[in-house]
Nanobody, 114 residues
Framework: QVQFVESGGGLVQPGGSLRLSCAAS????????MGWYRQAPGKERDKVAF????????NYADPVKGRFTISRDNVENTLYLQMNALKPEDTAVYYC???????WGQGTQVTVSS
């Protein structure tokens, strides 16, 4: 069955960096748009970044533009999110998914705090 396993989160100081990974299985990963989402405590789940099946195009939510980079490895069926210049407001649980599939993994916690 479809499965997403996110990893790479942690505690980081403001201005720091993290790289998230998402291992996908149970579907033909290379055929799907993929995305990262995040949910802060007490808030709705928000879109963060999306990437086309080939990896040739991506788009980002305004709060993360210029700081985050989404990428993918269609051989390893893995999605990545490089996060730089992290801010306390980036604190959230981060999830990956294929928008047209609509399933979720357990997420990975990112906490930005001094």
């Amino acid at each position: 069955q479809v499965q997403f396993v996110e990893s790479g989160g942690g505690l980081v100081q403001p201005g720091g960096s993290l790289r998230l990974s998402c291992a996908a299985s149970g579907f033909t990963f290379a055929n799907y748009n993929m995305g990262w989402y995040r949910q802060a405590p007490g808030k709705e789940r928000d879109k963060v970044a999306f990437i086309t099946p080939s990896g040739g195009a991506a788009n980002y939510a305004d709060p993360v533009k210029g700081r985050f980079t989404i990428s993918r490895d269609n051989v390893e069926n893995t999605l990545y999110l490089q996060m730089n210049a992290l801010k306390p407001e980036d604190t959230a649980v981060y999830y990956c998914s294929a928008p047209s599939i609509g399933k979720w993994g357990q997420g990975t916690q990112v906490t930005v705090s001094s």
